[in-house]
């Protein structure tokens, strides 16, 4: 679920909303249903109030002659700019439409008139829940056309922050797959320029003009991001076939764009709409909130800045504890805890974020960790001379490493945060002491086997 409120950039909800008044057209019987390429996929059924999600999505794959392993790759999500929803196999998309102005009164923030015209969109989108590792094995082209599509889309929106070197990489294959191969002297830097939105996000394409924007220095900097992206065009490799040809399947390119997408550690999650304290900046002074976008995923929580478009604060599962106050309680607040230093003291932090979708995203955290356990084989019991192994048998996988560029997008900036420093020393909470034995919210993935017990999420919504 994700409650952009236009604060996030042009998402994938905003680009089919516009051409999509409702999920069902003139006749009762007939439901349009969105690809990630704002292609319409019209569908005549029967019964279609108590049609399930899972009818439309065999109904869906057969159309387009998807392979059976779609059914775990893609999901039927209910879209408009003010929320996002990924349906259950169970749940019934029609009945939940009919309900969505109750779900937008209880998840958003959105004024009553815009509650009033708002409606959603049924589309066909990436299984929040299905592995990354996983996307590795699809060779289906169509398959890998519908990630790709909706990959490009969120690189695009910037709901994927990425390094410019990344953004221009990322772009060369777009520019591959749109234009052809690469030609010497075609495209030139100002052809890309004309369609640079097309390949690189909005807030790389900007220029600025006039005096101000000289005195920054940008004006010296006006082409180089059409120079970046042609450079990349340039290097981007061929397939070659056994009798030397350029292969004329797309096929290698949507898989080199979805891998280095996976390099992207938000890549596949499901986006929610929050805000975060500021720093104070004085004494007297508040420093106010600022939008974020929390990106929610089976391997962990990473906090977006959307103005800013990177991260301030990334988390593994292992490395923090998670608990929501509800709005009954209180405002409605999902809190995270974190291990952190205090002018290099080991302190314990918390980050409040104001959400009405707090209790989807603790909701999503509980489930994600439920699926990475049951997903996960079980580790080898080490005996008293060391780890055990079976002759021939392989080692485990290795984690794909994390970007380590100096000043990257995707690495944490906690000194952006304002966050609750503390250490629990019996009944009390003291401000700065020495790292935490224990919690202080129980909810928190215990790395111990059969020690961690999942609390079923509710059967309100298993929100994306």
Known sequence: MDGTDGSAGPGPAERSHRSSVSSVGARAADVLVYLADDTVVPLAVENLPSLSAHELHRAIREVLQLPDVALEIFALWLVSPLLEVQLKPKHQPYKLGRQWPELLLRFTDAPDDDVATDEPSLQFRRNVFFPKRRELQIHDEEVLRLLYEE???????????????????????VCRVQLGPFQPGQPTACTLRERLDSFLPAHLCKRGHGLFAALRGRGARAGTSEQGLLSAYRQVKEAVSSDGECEASLRTHYQAYLTKCHELPYYGCAFFH??????????????????VTVAISLEGVHVIDNREKHVLLGLRFQELSWDHTSPEEEESVLWLEFDGSNEGTPV???????????ELMSSLIEYCIELSQALE????????SGPSSAPGSLPPPTQRPQLRRQGSVVCSRIQHLSTIDYVEEGEQIKPVKPKRTT?????????????YTVVQPSERLEQS
């Open 377 to 384: 084989p079980t580790a080898p019991q080490e005996g008293a």
């Open 151 to 173: 990959a490009k889309g969120n690189v695009l929106a910037a709901r994927y922050p990425c390094d410019v070197e990344d953004c221009e990489a990322l772009g060369a294959l």
């Open 439 to 451: 919690s202080f919210f129980s909810r928190q993935l215990s790395l111990g086997q059969g020690s």
């Open 274 to 291: 929050g805000e975060v304290d500021k720093p104070a900046q004085s004494f007297l002074h508040r420093g106010g909130r600022k939008p």
């Open 348 to 358: 314990n932090k918390l980050l409040k974020i104001y959400s009405k979708q707090a």
